[in-house]
């Protein structure tokens, strides 16, 4: 058995056809036949039956399908990290971010001492950006509190809270400390309801039976900070995005006195992934967030 034959035999699972299946590999009819014998010779089942003048998978070629899928996912991840070898340079880094300025030191720092290593940044809900380690569309996530996986590796980084960010001409910038009932029919700037802070922010609001005047739905923070700015509304924003960010003069900040929003920040990968030196550094950079604090560290 090579892979030769299990890329044919994939293929021929779609198709189910001889002539068509053996048309897309590019080589003749009875030499796509003879391969599949030989499969079946040293599989030791049939993988194939005949329905008239059609074919199909038999029980155990389907099982042998799944396995057939498994291990052509595993040599083409294989070949993209052989890829560094090669040229003993990764081209890139890609990482999805349950909010870009979780990355935003790290990134200066990285960008420094690999300037070829281009890194490709997502911000994606923790859920979509998990979804995206686990099938290789990524090499990391930073996300907001993700359970451990046998799968992938969960570092805990930091607990992060929610501040109110208000406009200076609200009656709310006057006050020390504010209230969720302080919220009612106020002009909300929101994070899109994909986002996990959004979820928790809808919970806590029905929680208190304050019913939302939400205005607008952003996919990021910067945006909403430029909103406020103009003094559309309030927002409710995480404290590691007010450390990293240049607060303007027009907005004040307080904490939510009953908002018990306190939620880990998680660095996330596989477990095969190829630490290689990048990586290593990037790695290294992240985990600063835990002695820089973002404010409580887990030690």
């Given at each position: ?8 035999f994939?293929?021929?699972?779609s ?97 420094e ?52 960010v ?62 406020i ?9 995480a ?18 006195e ?19 030196e990048?990586?290593a ?11 820089m ?7």
């Amino acid at each position: 058995m090579n892979i030769k034959q299990i890329e044919s035999f994939i293929l021929l699972s779609s198709e189910l056809h001889y002539g068509k299946a053996a048309e897309r590999l590019g080589i003749s009819q009875p030499s796509l036949s003879q391969q599949m014998k030989a499969l079946e010779k040293d599989l030791g089942v049939s993988l194939f039956e005949r329905n008239g003048r059609n074919i199909q998978l038999t029980k155990a070629g389907q099982v042998f399908l799944k396995r057939s899928l498994m291990i052509q996912h595993e040599v083409i991840g294989a070949e993209k990290e052989m890829r560094y070898f090669k040229s003993n340079l990764r081209e890139g880094i890609r990482l999805g971010v349950s909010g870009s300025h979780l990355i935003m030191n790290a990134f200066q720092k990285f960008t420094e001492a690999y300037p070829d290593t281009v890194m490709h940044i997502t911000e994606n809900s923790t859920k979509q950006t998990i979804e995206k380690v686990a099938d290789r569309q990524i090499e990391l996530g930073i996300v907001y509190e993700y359970a451990q996986s046998c799968e992938l590796v969960v570092e805990p980084l930091f607990y992060d809270e929610l501040l109110a960010v208000i406009p200076n001409n609200h009656e709310l910038a006057d006050k020390s400390k504010i209230l969720l009932k302080d919220l009612n029919n106020e002009p909300l700037i929101l994070l899109e309801q994909r986002f996990l802070i959004r979820k928790f922010i809808d919970k806590e609001l029905k929680r208190k039976n304050i019913v939302p005047n939400v205005i607008c739905e952003l996919n990021n923070y910067y945006a909403s900070i430029a909103y406020i700015e103009k003094q559309l509304g309030i927002s409710l924003i995480a404290k590691s995005m007010l450390q990293e960010a240049n607060i303007p003069a027009s907005v004040s900040v307080r904490p939510i006195e009953d908002l018990t929003f306190h939620k880990r920040v998680d660095l996330v990968y596989r477990k095969d992934l190829l630490i290689d030196e990048p990586i290593a550094y990037l790695f290294q950079k992240i985990r600063l967030m835990k002695v820089m604090g973002m404010e409580e560290t887990l030690d």
